[in-house]
């Protein structure tokens, strides 16, 4: 088929008015069984799948929709709440924020609690809920749409927006490089965030090519947060040869490996170059202000709210990043 079918196509297919289908669409009990049939086989044959926005504006449901999310990074989870929040209120629906726990093992079942409560027309899962095979299983079970950001598996499922993290810390990577660093410490992201492993194969990547052999003992786990971002700082800096940089895999732990800098005494940059990822408002708040990776989070959340209230064929988007640079990276001082 060169286009969609519409709700049109199916009441011609159907032999039935267009009124009829929409009463189909919206459980209207004054139809009759055959007449359902009729319109649901029509339906199939056509691979007819309303938009959000046509059961919207159809009434057929709550004119609501929901983010799933769980994230510990409250600078990214506002960003990824704005661009959402911004096209609902845009086209005039209700935005529902939902956290959730992807590690509980009845996350599941909370997800289709949220669901027969609310009704919401559709869902918006943020890493790493937009991976939890629990919650996948659900709403595929519910056959309600659903849009994920920033998927680091089965890309083909369900449509998605996404950035691509592994070039963005590789990119990242080699900047330091360039700069002159040659031990440069890595702090992973959440071990249930698949960005993290992406971040960790860019960085390692960069080395590679720039033949600089990968050491284990420069790469710290994170938790996407302040205190392990300081945790961190205190294993690679305590170390007998420690690294001259440190690339954070978000600007939260970043932030950390400040804290700890600054109370050690540590100049950044002029003894420690230090790098985030997120460009979060956090970046430009910090002392000195962060060098770090722009993600695109409001973006991403605007263009999934777009792709779920627009349906249709599943879509996949990847938008840019960029490298901003600020005063956190400097050349490494020379040994005296």
Request: aromatic residues 6%; contains cysteine.
């Amino acid at each position: 088929m060169s286009s969609r079918a519409n709700i049109n196509d199916v009441a011609a297919k159907a032999g039935v008015a267009v009124k009829t289908v929409s009463r189909v669409l919206n459980g209207h009990a004054y139809v009759s069984d055959a007449t359902r049939a009729k319109v649901e086989a029509a339906m199939k044959a056509l691979d007819f799948r309303p938009s959000v926005a046509a059961r919207i504006l159809s009434g057929a449901k709550s004119n609501q929709i929901a983010l799933i999310y769980d994230n510990h990074s409250p600078y990214y989870m506002f960003q990824i709440q704005t661009g959402c929040w911004e096209y609902c209120h845009q086209h005039r629906i209700r935005l529902l924020a939902q956290p959730v726990d992807v590690e509980d093992p009845t996350v599941g079942e909370q997800v289709r609690g949220l669901i027969s409560e609310t009704q919401v027309d559709g869902i918006i899962l943020s890493s790493p809920v937009t991976d939890c095979e629990a919650v996948l299983r659900t709403l595929d079970a519910l056959d309600i749409p659903f849009v994920r950001i920033s998927p680091g598996t089965n890309h083909a499922l369900t449509s998605s927006v996404f950035m691509d993290d592994a070039q963005a810390a590789d990119d990242m990577t080699t900047h330091i490089l360039n700069c002159g660093h040659r031990r440069i410490g890595f702090i992973k992201g959440h071990k249930s965030h698949m960005a993290s492993e992406e971040r960790l194969f860019g960085y390692r990547r960069a080395l590679d090519r720039a033949g600089i052999a990968f050491e284990p003992s420069l790469v710290c786990e994170g938790e996407f947060d302040f205190d392990s971002g300081f945790d961190a700082a205190r294993s690679l800096l305590d170390g007998a040869n420690p690294p001259t940089a440190i690339f954070a895999s978000n600007d939260d732990m970043a932030a950390g490996v400040l804290a700890f800098a600054h109370g050690r005494g540590i100049d950044v940059p002029g003894e420690l170059s230090v790098a985030g990822f997120d460009d979060t408002t956090l970046a430009r708040t910090v002392w000195p202000p962060l060098t770090t990776i722009h993600q695109p989070m409001a973006e991403l959340a605007r263009t999934a709210t777009e792709i779920l209230i627009a349906g249709g064929d599943i879509t996949h988007r990847r938008l840019p990043h960029a490298l901003i640079e600020r005063a956190s990276i400097a050349p490494p001082r020379e040994k005296s």
